[in-house]
Every structure is written in structure tokens, then in C-alpha cells.
């Protein structure tokens, strides 16, 4: 028999949220509490000589001042550590300053007020280094390559090819800007630690203090339960949580730190700038049999984020021969990260660009030329995919878009005022990771139900699916069901970042359910007795029934449940041992390029996706319909500008930094092909809410050529571009 289907419920965490009863780490509010502000250097790079803190001592409320002599050395990373928990610590505060708003002081106080006036009397002198790297292009920026990533030999198939298309494109730095500020409330007692952060990975942050601090993670529990919008800039480990957690040690109060958004500009990761070099080749019967892609974007001087622009290209359509290399460039800035398709949405505006070049070069059909590309098997391993279902996407999202009223020459759709029309198309992947998963269920006679396991609600709807998934398995009362996620005090907290936390998540909530059931069997002993969980065992004068399993992603064994239970990582994919799993989506944008002001507008968006099966397809459609706005911004808007004079970045709030609003977006229709991926995860769910990102911005920058007849190979596209 068919599975029941999971339905689609309203948000579990709704009515709490319109009700204003959610909690997030920036409205915690304890008794006794201090109000702490970071001071930020003013220089790109140098030393900090001197610092005088008798000013911030004497304002009314200034409890105390930390400063570097706070801080002893941090801790290495414990021997065999993988992944995040290898990582070094991130730095405290510290006299050598690598790059501008670095901490170089933190004022604690009894109100925000005299915590702020505080950190503006703190004056501090430096010894600047004569010169810094502000941008990728400057000088004294250092390359450095990664090795590559190779399938067959792209070199002797280019010089087959007949036709080659090679091309530049640029993307910018960008910041996440989420809602929710970056924020920590750190409470010391009775020995222990206890932290709530605004964090997409609970036990990264209880990793990084414990390293950073060098004391034993077994004393530090971190509580993260719901987070204002993270988009990867919460999921590795921030600066400002050891300082926070170093001040309530030292002072024996709650600490609390809501980082000002021009600090978070200048000391949280964001994506950085990038450069992609396309060479494409196809055969004489335009087939595309080579690929040499070349990218480098800017990185930190110490930053450990990987330029791994390769990781979904080559499983795009198929192509069997792929050289991509690729290179950090070091300056002077902070440590770039993780946001939102961090690799596959730059490198999909570049690549979908190219291959659309490739096509009008060919005199083909950009949708046909697509679907001639069908993939089974990924080059680069020679595993098959376990599921590929891009071909269905592009298919479904023409017929809906009606791609066949489109004329195919560029210009060629002009409307009566003037007003230019462009219609265009671009495809994305992202690889199908999971992680391992522990989960505890508890039922009571009493009527409640608690399940704790490892996962983050971000807003994107994970206790939406976790609650559809366990009401769907056990008959138990939906209205006193507590989902206790977030919370290393109850289960370890993997991170969930890079869509894997349904895929993760819906497993173990399964197994435990099943588990769970066999227990009440054995309870009943084949007694038949009425009502739910909850009055059968009430009717056995049981208080309540326990349960707790462990799950793995496919072929994961025991050293990952030991990695989730110690630093808290504990990943795999998309190259299982058999098979290779990635999500896949297509989009079809319409564009409007006004006739005097070269204004763009995106009235209509149809986007489909490959995501397996769909478990809540309200928040699924909420998911794609909030990568399709941020491919609208990244396309039209966004970009975070270094001040190339002083270091640092010009547009560092919401005032300057552009993103788009309700007049923006224009009409969003979402799809999904909802085929169960065979071989993931028995629920047969890959991830959505990256690759709902990527490809977007690529198909609007296509429209706008479609409409325009100008190949515009950087992001944002402006107004400008178009004059």
C-alpha cells in the first residue's frame, strides 16, 4: 500500500508567531542581566599600540571593559576531529588587527544605553601597516589554488570541439542581512555555561566557545530554538559568542550581546566576490562535450571557506569532460562564508550564462538545447544519479511559462509604449546532503508528546515537517506536541544548513515513531485498547512510554554518530557509495526594460523543482518562492561595496544595501515534480531551500539579454548597463 501522504498542514509554529509568543535569542531577558557592546577598530590592518579605557569606566552603569588580556591562547581543535569541529576557533579579541571593525574592545554595562556611550569612549592608537588588499584586484592580494576537480579531458575535447564559447562573468559580495541580528545571551552558573544564540548549528557555536575559551564543551549547553533568518551566515561559528560567553564568566552575571548590523557587516561571513571563466566546446552536432571552468573569489588571510564553484556544474547536463579549477584569493577582510546556495548560485548565473551564449551561438532553442543534455551518471565519480529530474522541470516550466509564444530574436518583443519584453530560462542543482540524527520521543498519559532530535527552525518550516511527519505515524494530540529542537542539553545539535535538514530529520523521526510503537505493542501485550496513544496508556496505568533511536545517512557507520555526539558534524553526500543524489530546479523569468529609464522589472517568475518528495508543500512553495525574491535581488540589487580609501564596507545597513521590496516582485509560481528519490532516505526527500536559489538570477540575466540584445556578465545589473 501507498504511504499516507503528509498533507498540507498549517505552520506548526503559526499562531505562536502572529501572537508574538516565539522566542528568539535577541528577546531573552533574565534577571540581573548586562548589556555588552563591541568596539571595532578603526584601521584595515595593523596593531593595536595602545588602548585607554578609563573614559568607558567612568559613564554611569559601565561595569567592565574587556580586552585582549581577557582572553588566554584558544584551544586546538581535539584530535580527530572532522569537518567544522577541525576548525580552528575564531578569534577573541586581539591586539593584531587583520582587517577593519575588529573587535579591539567590549564595554558591559547595566543598560544598552551606557554600554554603547561606553564603547564611545574607548580611544585606542595603532600602528598601521603601510599598505592592506582591500579587493580581490588590489595588490598584495595572494592566489591560491585548490585542486581540481577533473572528469575525462576537457583539453583534447575542446580541440574537437566545433563550436567553443569563452566568456567572464563576475559576481559580488553580498551580505545576508537576515532580520534577527546576530545575538548572544551567556549566563555563567554553578560551573556551567549556558548560551542562547541566534544559530543554525547549536554545537558549532558549543564547539567554538570550548576552543576559544579552552574549557571543557561538557560544561557548555547552547540553546537555540528558533532563529530570525539565517541563510548560513548563523551556521558557522560567529566572533561574538566567546566574548559574550568570556564576560559572564568574569563577571558572574547574564550577559547579553546584540551585535548593531554595521558591526555584523564587518565581523559576520558573507558570500564573496567572485570571478568565473567559461570556456564551453561542442561537437558539430551541438551537443556540449567539453567544459574548462576556471573561478577564484576573495577570502580572508587566515578563512578556511573553500572556492568549490564545481560542486553541481558537472551534473548539470551530462558533459563528459569537465577541468575546474578554481583559487582564494587573500586580503584584508574578515572570513567570507556560507549564504544561501553559498557555490551553485554564483556559478549558475555564470554557467547558465555561458551555455545560454552557447546556444544563441548555435542558432538553437535555449529550452531545447537544455533538454538535449539529459545526464544519468555523475562524470566525475561515474556513480548514477539516484534521481534526475531536471528534464521534467524545464518541460513543466515552459508549458506553464508558455515558452512557445517567445520570438527567438533578441529585441524582437517590444510592447506598444516602447517597453521591451525578454523571456529567458536558467537551471540549477544542489548536491542531496544528510547527516546522522539521534532522537529521544517521549508520550505521557497526560496527553503531551515531546520529541527532541537535531534540527534548527530557521523559519524555513523544519517543525512543520518534523510535527507532519510524527502526527502522520503515531495517533497522538497535535495541540500539546512540544518539539524540543536546538537544544544540546536535550539531543546533540548537528548543524542544518545546505538543505539536508529534512532529509536528516524525517528518519529518525520515523524510526523513532516506530520504535515507539513496537514499545506500546509490547505494553498492550494484544490487548485491544480504545483511544489514542495517550488514553491507552492511561487505561494500562502507564505514566508515560520513552524511546530513543539513532539514525545514518547512507553509507555512514558508527565514527559519525560519534561525531555528532562530540563536535557535532557529521555529513554526507552527494557522492554516496553507490550513488549520487543532487536536487534540480528550472526557472523562467519575463522581464520589462522600460524605454527611457532602462528600469528592469521581473512582472513573472515559474519555477519548478526537483526536490523528491514533497513533505509540506505550503512551506515547500514558501521556500522557492524566497530564493526566486533573493535571485530578483542578487540579479537587480544587491551588492555590498569595499571602501578601497580606509577598508572595510561603504553600504553597511539597510538603508544603502538594496534589496528588494513588495514593488519588486511581481507574480511567483511555484511547481514541483514530487517523485520520491529512490535511494536517499526512506521518506525519499531531498533538499530545496538552496537550489531554490539556484539558476534565478541566471534566468533573469538571460531575459534581460533576450529583451535588450546586451550580454550583461555581472551582478547586479543596472541601470547603467543598459544606457
Request: hydrophobic letters at 45%; a neutral charge; proline letters at 7%.
Amino acid at each position: 500500500m501507498p504511504a499516507e501522504p503528509f498533507g498540507d498542514r498549517a505552520r506548526f509554529d503559526a499562531r505562536d508567531k502572529v501572537l508574538g509568543r516565539t522566542r528568539f535569542s535577541a528577546d531573552v531577558s533574565l534577571p540581573g542581566m548586562l548589556y555588552a557592546m563591541v568596539v571595532p577598530a578603526r584601521i584595515a590592518r595593523g596593531k593595536l599600540t595602545e588602548l585607554s579605557v578609563e573614559a568607558a569606566m567612568a559613564v554611569r552603569g559601565v561595569v567592565r571593559v574587556l580586552t585582549a588580556a581577557d582572553f588566554g591562547k584558544p584551544a586546538p581543535p581535539p584530535p580527530g576531529a572532522r569537518g567544522l569541529g577541525a576548525a580552528p576557533a575564531t578569534p577573541t579579541i586581539v591586539a593584531e588587527i587583520p582587517y577593519r571593525g575588529a573587535p579591539i574592545a567590549m564595554v558591559v554595562a547595566e543598560s544598552i544605553e551606557a554600554a554603547i556611550e561606553g564603547a564611545e569612549a574607548i580611544a585606542a592608537r595603532y600602528a598601521e601597516a603601510p599598505s592592506f588588499a582591500a579587493t580581490i584586484t588590489s595588490l598584495g592580494g595572494e592566489r591560491q589554488p585548490i585542486e581540481p576537480t577533473v572528469a575525462g579531458d576537457a583539453a583534447a575535447a575542446m580541440q574537437r570541439a566545433a563550436t567553443v564559447v569563452e566568456v567572464e562573468y563576475e559576481c559580488p559580495a553580498q551580505h545576508h542581512n537576515p532580520i534577527e541580528l546576530l545575538s548572544t545571551v551567556a549566563v555563567w552558573s554553578g560551573g556551567r555555561l549556558t548560551i542562547y544564540e541566534s544559530a543554525q548549528g547549536a554545537q558549532v557555536v558549543k564547539a567554538n566557545v570550548a576552543k576559544a575559551l579552552a574549557i571543557d564543551p561538557a560544561i557548555i549547553d547552547v540553546k537555540s530554538f528558533y532563529v530570525g533568518g539565517g541563510f548560513g551566515q548563523k551556521g558557522t561559528a560567529q566572533r561574538q559568542a566567546p566574548l559574550v560567553a568570556r564576560a559572564a564568566m568574569l563577571i558572574g552575571r547574564p550577559v547579553k550581546l546584540v551585535m548593531p548590523r554595521g558591526q555584523v557587516f564587518h565581523n559576520a561571513s558573507f558570500r564573496p566576490r567572485s570571478r568565473h571563466r567559461i570556456k564551453i566546446g561542442a561537437d558539430a552536432a551541438g551537443r556540449m562535450i567539453a567544459v574548462e571552468y576556471d573561478a577564484d573569489h576573495q577570502q580572508s588571510r587566515t578563512g578556511q571557506f573553500p572556492p568549490d564553484y564545481h560542486e553541481s556544474q558537472p551534473q548539470m547536463y551530462g558533459i563528459p569532460n569537465y577541468r575546474g579549477t578554481a583559487a582564494n584569493v587573500r586580503i584584508d577582510t574578515q572570513g567570507p562564508g556560507y549564504m544561501r546556495a553559498p557555490f551553485p548560485h554564483p556559478a549558475s548565473f555564470a554557467f547558465e550564462g555561458a551555455v545560454d551564449e552557447l546556444a544563441y551561438k548555435l542558432g538553437k532553442d535555449p529550452v531545447a538545447f537544455r533538454l538535449a543534455h539529459d545526464a544519468t551518471t555523475d562524470p566525475i565519480t561515474g556513480h548514477p544519479l539516484s534521481s534526475r529530474f531536471l528534464n521534467e522541470c524545464i518541460a513543466e516550466g515552459a508549458r506553464r511559462f508558455g515558452w512557445d509564444r517567445r520570438r527567438a530574436a533578441p529585441g524582437s518583443m517590444v510592447q506598444p509604449d516602447g517597453t521591451l519584453v525578454g523571456i529567458g530560462v536558467g537551471c540549477g542543482a544542489y548536491p542531496a546532503l544528510t547527516s546522522a540524527n539521534i532522537a529521544r520521543l517521549r508520550v505521557g498519559a497526560d496527553g503531551t508528546t515531546r520529541l527532541s532530535l537535531s534540527a534548527h527552525e530557521m523559519g524555513q518550516g523544519i517543525r512543520t515537517v518534523i510535527a507532519a511527519a510524527l502526527l502522520r505515524a503515531l495517533d497522538i494530540d497535535g495541540e500539546r506536541l512540544s518539539l524540543e529542537i536546538g537544544d544540546t542539553a536535550m539531543t546533540p545539535q548537528h548543524l542544518t544548513a545546505g538543505s539536508w535538514g529534512t532529509a536528516s530529520a524525517l528518519p529518525a523521526v520515523e524510526a523513532v515513531a516506530e520504535k515507539l510503537k513496537a514499545a506500546m505493542a509490547e505494553l498492550l501485550a494484544g490487548r485491544a485498547v480504545p483511544g489514542n496513544l495517550h488514553r491507552q496508556l492511561a487505561a494500562i496505568r502507564r505514566p508515560f512510554v520513552e524511546v530513543e533511536v539513532s539514525t545514518l545517512a547512507p553509507g555512514q557507520d558508527a565514527a559519525a554518530l560519534q561525531g555528532l555526539r562530540g563536535y557535532g558534524y557529521a555529513l554526507a553526500g552527494p557522492d554516496y557509495p553507490r550513488f549520487t543524489t543532487f536536487s534540480y530546479i528550472a526557472h523562467f523569468a519575463e522581464v520589462h526594460v522600460e524605454p527611457r529609464t532602462r528600469r528592469i522589472r521581473v512582472p513573472r517568475v515559474v519555477s519548478v523543482a526537483d526536490c523528491g518528495r514533497v513533505i509540506s508543500p505550503r512551506t515547500a512553495a514558501s521556500q522557492v518562492r524566497g530564493g526566486v525574491v533573493w535571485g530578483i535581488g542578487s540579479a537587480l540589487r544587491e551588492e555590498t561595496e569595499v571602501d578601497p580609501r580606509f577598508g572595510g564596507w561603504f553600504n553597511n545597513d539597510l538603508a544603502d544595501y538594496v534589496v528588494p521590496v513588495n514593488a519588486d516582485v511581481g507574480e511567483i509560481e511555484v511547481a514541483f515534480i514530487d517523485r520520491p528519490d529512490p535511494l536517499l532516505n526512506t521518506i525519499g526527500a531531498k533538499g530545496l531551500g538552496e537550489v531554490s536559489l539556484a539558476g534565478a538570477s541566471g534566468a533573469i540575466a538571460n531575459a534581460v539579454f533576450h529583451a535588450t540584445g546586451k550580454r550583461i556578465r555581472r551582478m547586479p545589473i543596472r541601470i547603467e548597463h543598459l544606457l
